[in-house]
């Protein structure tokens, strides 16, 4: 059963980048047809989609931070990364990595089927 | 790409049913049946309980259902139970602009 655990520091000081994992355990992050996605959620508000990521490298942002973001994959390590450069107070947020099937018999078509738990960010000096 | 509209908050008593809508535009909702609903409860990460409009993922209650009407999705929750008090979120692939959109998020109580 594939399982998504998010990983990285839970404190960034303004104006410096953030830095998360996503590390993808019980299943190859290059097998099946697959993106993967980053999505995040202030306290007591809704989700953004941030971006997601394709195992051949291709990427898709959310225009509204495209200008500071950057996601990556290393099969290798069966991880996807996240970085969001210059943050304010207002990225502060739960960010989660989630799946997204987009082919194949009897899978969940372009819906976040496995989600990780999440993992708090605050952005504060 | 704005958010797709939900209304804030929904209730009903046990047993009873109430219905989310999720409005977005030809460029996502209308354009494509990829509209994925999400249960949140507190502290918790959303959890899928429909995918491609109407289909059910398994484990997935046959009280939650949804459908689609032009630029507007429904999730539809049949035979209220305690364990539905929670946060709803829809989803729509938005594959003009290649991207993914959320909804605003609805509240559902049980009174």
């Known amino acids: 059963q594939v399982q998504l655990q998010e990983s990285g520091p839970g404190l960034v000081k303004p104006s410096q980048t953030l830095s998360l994992t996503c590390t993808v355990s019980?299943?190859?992050?290059?097998?099946?047809?697959?993106?993967w996605s980053w999505i995040r959620q202030p306290a007591g508000k809704g989700l953004e989609w941030i971006g997601r990521i394709y195992t051949s490298g291709s990427t898709n942002y959310n225009p509204s931070l495209k200008s500071r973001v950057t996601i990556s994959v290393d099969t290798s390590k069966n991880q996807f990364s996240l970085k969001l450069s210059s943050v304010t107070a207002a990225d502060t947020a739960v960010y989660y990595c989630a799946r997204v099937p987009f082919y194949g018999s009897g899978s969940y078509h372009y819906a976040f089927d496995i989600w990780g738990q999440g993992t708090m960010v605050t952005v504060s000096s | 790409q704005s958010a797709l509209t939900q209304p804030p908050s929904a209730s009903g008593s046990p047993g009873q049913s109430v219905t989310i809508s999720c409005t977005g535009t030809s460029s996502d909702v209308g354009g494509y049946n990829y509209v994925s609903w999400y249960q949140q409860h507190p502290g918790k990460a959303p959890k899928l309980m429909i995918y491609e409009v109407s289909k059910r993922p398994s484990g997935v209650p046959d009280r939650f259902s949804g459908s689609k009407s032009g630029n507007t999705a429904s999730l539809t929750v049949s035979g209220l139970q305690a364990e539905d008090e929670a946060d709803y979120y829809c989803s729509s692939y938005a594959g003009s602009n290649n991207l993914d959109v959320f909804g605003t998020g609805t509240k559902v109580t049980v009174l």
């Open positions: 019980g299943g190859s992050i290059s097998s099946g047809s697959y993106y």
